[in-house]
């Protein structure tokens, strides 16, 4: 004999259907033009810097080089590559001390402090992201001369630091926001100072944040071209970014080598990039705090 759900009850529920496993077409197809205008640049530029600069101007970009060359890479490597890259290293690595020195714990103030002071400062930080650096370059020109640091590495390094610090500040708040509070009572009640605190508790668990400042201000450090453009003279503290204009000339531009330079210098960050990519999705993640 078949019995039913008792009266008064609901019978049994259906299994609901997890439509999260349905396919999106769209978003497929999204993806694949995504990659597309991603994918397709970076094959022209590396296919042009392997032709010859005869064929350079009317090579199909889309179209592999019927006689492929590296002798362009050759010509970059002998054209004080070494130096260039070496520069723009030392004025990253700088870069990203100075700004994991100051920001880290200006960050960790602004968590933990509740003053009328702190907050002050943290909005004036982030004052910073409104600021183009156009806006204030003249100044900066006018500072950098009375410091006596023009054309000098130190004329990049410091400008590039102070304007990727509100960035980074704002990511490390977002970051350090999400350590539980009951973290710092346990330590405080081991009679933990706000220093142990910092370097025991605070930096152990931000490492996503840190990893992503530590990328973020490596870029800004690696991409930048205004700085070095107006605040360096001579060949001495000549960046990657600037050694691009070594072939350009008032009689044409060298496209294969121009190119050539650009996938060399690409590289590197490149792979910092892939390194530390996990820590970087997960940090910006976490910028706008719980």
């Known amino acids: 004999m078949r019995t039913g759900p008792a009266p008064g009850t609901d019978p049994a529920p259906r299994r609901r259907k997890h439509w999260s496993g349905r396919a999106n077409p769209l978003a497929g197809l999204g993806s694949v033009i995504w990659l597309a205008v991603v994918v397709v640049p970076v094959y022209a530029m590396i296919s042009a810097s392997l032709t010859h600069q005869s064929e350079a101007l009317g090579h199909n970009?889309?179209?592999?080089?019927?006689n492929p060359t590296l002798d362009n890479y050759g010509?970059?490597?002998?054209?004080?590559f070494g130096h260039l890259l070496w520069n723009t290293v030392l004025a990253a690595a700088a870069v990203v001390a100075i700004v994991l020195v100051l920001c880290v714990p200006l960050s960790y103030v602004a968590v933990r402090t509740r003053?009328?002071?702190?907050?002050?400062?943290f909005r004036l930080f982030l004052l910073g992201v409104a600021i183009p650096a156009q806006a204030v370059v003249v100044p900066l020109y006018l500072m950098i001369a009375k410091l006596d640091l023009y054309d000098s590495l130190l004329a990049i390094i410091l400008p590039t630091a102070a304007f990727a610090m509100p960035v980074s500040v704002l990511i490390l708040t977002g970051t350090l926001r999400d350590i539980s509070e009951d973290l710092y009572e346990a330590m405080a009640l081991d009679g933990a100072s706000p220093t142990r605190?910092?370097?025991?508790?605070?930096?152990?668990?931000a490492k996503g944040g840190i990893s992503t400042v530590v990328v973020y201000a490596a870029l800004q450090a690696w991409n930048?071209?205004?700085f070095p453009l107006i605040f360096t003279q001579s060949d001495g503290p000549r960046v990657l970014t600037l050694g691009l204009f070594?072939?350009?000339?008032?009689?044409?531009?060298n496209i294969p080598a121009l190119l050539?330079?650009?996938?060399?210098s690409g590289v590197p960050i490149f792979v910092v990039y892939l390194v530390a990519r996990r820590a970087l999705v997960g940090g910006l993640m976490g910028v706008g705090g719980k």
């Open 61 to 66: 970009a889309l179209k592999p080089p019927s």
């Open 75 to 80: 010509t970059v490597l002998h054209n004080g």
């Open 115 to 121: 003053s009328i002071w702190s907050g002050a400062a």
């Open 197 to 205: 605190m910092l370097f025991q508790l605070v930096v152990p668990l």
């Open 224 to 226: 930048g071209l205004l």
């Open 246 to 253: 070594n072939y350009v000339s008032e009689f044409g531009v």
């Open 260 to 264: 050539a330079s650009v996938v060399l």
